[in-house]
Every structure is written in structure tokens, then in C-alpha cells.
């Protein structure tokens, strides 16, 4: 093992012992839940990383998200024309001039929004989420509805996930919502993926295979995360997973669910439009006050604030402040934004291991925005936990980060420089 990488290992640890301090030191935290957590994030990575199966499978599901984003392609430039990526009335004047990320880049959402409906509907998406809920809950011992809504983040977003489970969430302990909402804002789900596959594809090799690695590994992490800063006290109670398995059924028809798997796409994808306007827009005006004042941004007090994170996770110490400053502009703005800069930038300064690190840090909705979408939508769902609801919303941001840093540890630790 390798000097960083023995690096990222005692990250992983230090992270580790970060969370419990958050908690308080609790007590009541149990080792199962610590050596539960800690192995399954490993074997996550070992097996996804490095058993060539698993490996050979990234190519294949590259080739799906490369097809994917060209039918998307066709769709949009026969209704936008060159605006969508049809062929252009004049010359290029430099590689990806031509590219509009709202007419060709986010429209993806559309078709993966209805894709993800179909495969619901023929439930081969809650066959995989009931599988990974029942090794979280015998791993961990959380209740059936805490494991299952944290497998679903997996493949679905931060409220869709607690949608799934809604008839137990007015049930779920204090600690075990926190381990819902922990899960939810440190995964992505599956439609955001794709598109952030697709942006980073030039940069980072296997790029939507690893961002699902990412995911997968972030729920035990997540878990871990939230079960150390909010132990589950003495009396709460861990009913089986079978309560919550059977994922209810949302539509009546393969037409229908392409339907409103439709809609739902829209609804995001206008959504994701008017966020990062607005948060850009935010930290640019925020940056014209700070830096005339201080000679600061955000951005580079985040890459202050953050860089004990970076170096944790096992980047180089010459490398820690351009990671740092990108994990910063997740949480002030979004993940979106942070993407989009590594592939504009190429990584530039950051060695190819350090950018794999990076990407899976990155992978969480572990920002401001996205915790006011998870708060309101789960209040929404849940009226009678609200105050709960409320109070958990920052501390699971926090957790969150934590988790996300210690999915980047994780893959620093297996990955030779």
C-alpha cells in the first residue's frame, strides 16, 4: 500500500471518528453498526472496482448512457434544431461553442425520467431496492422503512425515496428519519446520474459506472454517517424489513407510467433550470461583496474550510485546495455546478487519481438548495413530524458531507497512484 493510500485509509478512520464526535460520543453506538459500516463500504469498492466482471459491466452500462444521451440528442434537434446538437449553420469556432447545456445537456432528464417510471412500473427497480434494503437492515438493524427508503435513494431522489415509505414515516424514530434524510442527500438519484455521466465523460473513464459505485457506497456510508451523530436509543423500535419491501404500486400502465415519468422529468428539469440561475447567480452577488471587502470569494474560503476534508480523503497536500474549493462550490451551489467545472476544466492541476476521488466525493445532493427541496417535501408527506423534520435538515447536510468524503477515502484507499 501506498503512502496515499495509507493516507486515505487513516482519512477514512479519522472521518470516522469525526462523526462520533458530532454525535457527542455516545455510548449507546454500537460496533456492529461501525464494523457493518466500514466493511460494507469497503467491499462495495473492492468488488465494483476491482472483480473484472463487475468492471467489464461500466463499459456496458457507458454504452448505455452513450446511447441514451444520443437519442436524447435526436429528440431535441428535431425540435430545437442547432440549438439541440443538430448540425450547425455556421463553423464552430472552437470545440463545444455550440454546446447550451438547457437545450441539449439537461433535456436528458426527460427520457431518463421516463425510462426510470417504466422499469418501476415493471418492478424491476423495487427488486433491486428490496434486496439492497434487506442487507441494510441485517447489517445495520434499522427498522424495514428506514432500509428500504435508504436503498431506494440509491436509485431515486431525496423525496421520491421517503414517498415510498410514506405510511411508516410518522413512525420512524428520531434516529432512524435522520438516517433517511442522511441517505437522501448523500446519493444522487438515477436520472441525475445519467446526466452527470455524460457531462464528466471526458474526464473521468467509466464515468457512469463509477458514479453508481459512488452511490451504492455512500448509503452504508450514509448510514454509518447519521447512526454515529444520533444512535438509536434503548426503546426504539427495529420492526423487519418485510413491512416496507412491497414498493406500492404508482401506475396502472406502461403508458401511463411513460406519462407521468414524463411530467416528472419536466418538473425537474425546470426546476434544476431555475436553481442553478438562481444559485449562481446568489454566489456571483455575494462574491462581489465579499471580495472588494476581504480579497476573498466563497470559493476560496471553501477551499480553506474544506481542505482537512480533501487531504483525508488521500489527495496529494499540492492538490488539496483546487478539491477543496469543488466540494465547496457543491455545498454553496450544487453538485451540478461542480461537475460542470471539472469537465470544463479538465482537472486541471489533479492527477488521475485524484479526479476518480473527486468525482465520487462529489456524488451526493449534499447543498443548501437540495435541503430545502428534502425538508419541504417531507413535511409535506409527514405534517405531524415537522418540527423533527426541521431540526434534522442541517445536521443531515453535515452528515451527509461526511458521508460523500468518506465514499472519496474509500476509493482513494483501493486506488494505487
Partial sequence: MSALQMQSGLGLLALTLLAWALGGFHRRTSWRVVLAGLGLQILFAAALLHIPPLRAGFALLGGAVNGLAAATRAGT???????GGGPLPFAEPFPGAAFIL?????PLVLVVGALAAVL????????????LAR???RAFGLGGAAGFATAANVFVGMVEAPLLVRPWLARLSLSEMFVVMTAGLATIAGNMLVVYAVIIAPVVPDAAGQLLTASLISAPAAVLVALLMRPRAAGDPAPGVEEAAAAPRLYDSTMEALVRGTQDG????LGIMATLIVFVAL???????????TGL???RICAVLFWPLAFAMGIPAEQAGTVAASLGTKVVVNEFVAYLELAQSGGLGLSERSRLILTYALCGFTNFASVGIMLGGMVAMCPERRADIVKLGLPALLAATIACCM???VVGMLTAP
Avoid at 419536466?266 to 428539469?269: G, N, P, S
Avoid at 454566489?283 to 471587502?293: F, G, H, I, K, R
Fill in 77 to 83: 434537434s428535431f425540435v430545437f434544431g442547432y440549438l
Fill in 102 to 106: 438547457f437545450f441539449q445537456g439537461l
Fill in 120 to 131: 418501476y412500473h415493471w418492478r424491476v427497480i423495487p427488486v433491486i431496492v428490496e434486496a
Fill in 135 to 137: 442487507l441494510l437492515t
Fill in 266 to 269: 419536466l418538473a425537474l428539469l
Fill in 283 to 293: 454566489v456571483a452577488l455575494a462574491n462581489m461583496v465579499l471580495e472588494p471587502l
Fill in 297 to 299: 470569494t466563497l470559493q
Fill in 407 to 409: 465514499t472519496g477515502a
